[in-house]
């Protein structure tokens, strides 16, 4: 059994800069995919970054060049560093690991960018 928990959301300023972080506890290897979706009210899921490891990391066209991903594997941990945050970037975003047993994600945690 896979546990996710976020952290690290909050209120920020159009052009600030926030760093969400996961934690996972359970089975969890170093070529486990994992990754961040974000979900605004009244939208679809949407996909942001995954991570393989420091060498394969993948981000959709609206973050790109404005996010980093990247995980710390003796620690478990997948963070999410996310600069020059615009108003669309308000969401609820929500960790995901694919494993052999399943597909996992923790409870999420809210970004809201706003003056």
Known sequence: QVQLVESGGGLVQPGGSLRLSCAASG????TNVMAWYRQAPGKQREWVARIISSRSTFYADSVKGRCTISRDN???????????LKPEDTAVYYCNVQTGGGS??????QVTVST
């Open 74 to 84: 003796a620690k478990n941990t997948v963070y999410l560093q996310m600069n020059s």
């Open 27 to 30: 089975s969890i290897f170093i």
């Open 104 to 109: 996992y994600w923790g409870q999420g945690t």
